[in-house]
């Protein structure tokens, strides 16, 4: 049907709203990125003046935060930004912050490479050496955080009280190659007796560290590291 | 459609022993239920986890069975572990009884009742339906609500969400006259 005079209009409004709104919304984040990047540029050029004044460089930060920059994209480690030790503060609040919200899937133990790829991966400049270096001044804290290693390469960050004994670091390992370990591979692998390898497995599961699974062709229970999750995700990227 | 990586995590598929990882892997569940929902438009669960269309087309094909059975990597979580979700989405609201055919299915709330009142009272304000008779077909499968969130969604469980505005004194349900609620006036 054709409508004339102002009932022509009814018809097409909605078309014409959403993209204007959607055209609008574009603007915006267009404008708020520019405006993120101006401040971090501002950020560099006045470092000294953030530096020495307390109260300009807090509400610098508070405003920062407000629209959304991450901290830790204004610090420059190299140059001395601010100071250099406000860098890994802020890397040492957010490692509490992952470390209490994953507690429950990992139980505890996170691997470095895991925390650099998958949680701070919005902050590209943070290496392995800064997350390392954040833990050690955490330790004044007496949270528990520690690194340890497995497997001579591969470091994870233990943020629960409970440390690990060495059989279930071992179990770790066999863990890191096929994300999963079961009393047989524990058996053929590190040659343990039955018995200490079903202890240690059923200690892991009690503790959260690891996920049982038996539907595995109705052979055996395997146990799962859960790191085995977010290092899937890696693998599609 | 975009599954959580947990979706292909073995051991999500057994009941784990350790009650706190048991509670993480159950909210895993319901955010995997409620994901998948929303992304497809879908409203009706059954009890063993299989999703039901409401409009003739097909479901797409790794939502033809339970969601509860992940083929890709052969696991299936047990029927008694799929109560156990199912009955602590039921608690805490994110899943209430009452399919449309069938009294064994449930509807999927993946906003709550609340939250969808108020998005169908906006609805009326922003096509300035306010003091108009609306039917709950143009409601929730009109040309209009194209866009919006409900559309699609089954008139039954439109009518148990419109209730909460008549409660508010916003709107009044007409029935037909087999005492089925068929339209809605919203003020």
Redesign the interface.
């Known amino acids: 049907m054709k409508r004339f005079g102002v009932a022509a209009f009814d018809a097409s409004k909605g078309a014409y709203e959403?993209e204007t709104l959607q055209r609008q919304s574009k603007e915006y984040d267009e404008q708020l990125k520019l405006f993120q990047d101006r401040l971090v540029q501002f950020a560099n050029a006045h470092n000294n003046e953030l530096k020495e004044n307390p109260e300009f460089k807090a509400k610098f930060m508070k405003m920062c935060y407000s629209i959304g920059i991450d901290p830790l994209n204004l610090f420059d480690k190299d140059r001395h930004l601010f100071s250099v030790n406000d860098y890994y503060y802020e890397i040492c609040v957010k490692l509490i912050q992952i470390c209490r919200e994953t507690r429950?899937?990992n139980?505890g133990i996170v691997s470095l490479d895991e925390l650099r790829k998958v949680y701070f991966a919005g902050a590209s400049n943070v290496t392995e050496e800064d997350i390392e270096k954040a833990v050690e001044m955490l330790g004044s804290l007496d949270g528990g955080f520690e690194i340890f290693e497995i497997r001579n390469h591969l470091k994870f960050l233990r943020s629960v009280p409970t440390e690990l004994t060495s059989d279930q670091t071992k179990v770790l390992e066999v863990c890191s190659v096929m994300g999963?370990a079961s009393n047989s591979l524990l058996q053929a692998n590190l040659t343990w007796e039955k018995l200490r390898c079903k202890a240690t497995l059923n200690e892991m599961?009690?503790?959260?560290l690891l996920?049982?699974?038996?539907?595995?062709?109705g052979r055996e229970i395997?146990y799962?590291d859960?790191s085995?999750?977010?290092r899937?995700?890696q693998e599609?990227l | 459609m975009t599954v959580p990586?947990?979706y292909?995590?073995?051991?999500?598929?057994?009941r784990?022993?350790?009650a706190?990882?048991r509670?993480?892997?159950i909210d895993s569940w319901e955010d995997i239920l409620l994901t998948t929902a929303r992304e497809n438009g879908l409203w009706e669960i059954d009890t063993e986890g299989k999703f039901t269309s409401q409009t003739t087309q097909e479901l797409p094909p790794h939502l033809q069975g339970s969601i509860f059975s992940n083929e890709s990597i052969?696991?299936?979580a047990p029927p008694l572990f799929v109560k156990e979700i199912l009955s602590h989405m039921l608690t805490k609201g994110s899943l209430v009884q009452g399919g449309s055919d069938t009294t064994s299915a449930y509807l999927v709330l993946w906003k709550n009742m609340d939250s969808w009142a108020s998005l169908m009272l906006e609805w009326c304000e922003t096509t300035n339906k306010l003091g108009q008779v609306v039917t709950l077909y143009e409601l929730t499968n009109g040309d209009e609500s194209i866009?919006w969130d409900f559309h699609g969604m089954p008139q039954g469980l439109a009518a148990r969400c419109l209730r909460l505005l008549v409660k508010r004194g916003r709107a009044t349900m007409l029935q037909d006259e087999y005492d089925r609620d068929i339209a809605v006036k919203v003020i």
């Open positions: 959403s429950d899937i139980g999963y599961v009690a503790n959260g996920w049982i699974d038996d539907q595995c062709g395997l799962w859960p085995w999750i977010t899937s995700t599609h | 990586p947990i292909a995590f073995p051991p999500l598929y057994t784990q022993p350790n706190i990882i509670n993480k892997q052969g696991r299936t866009g």
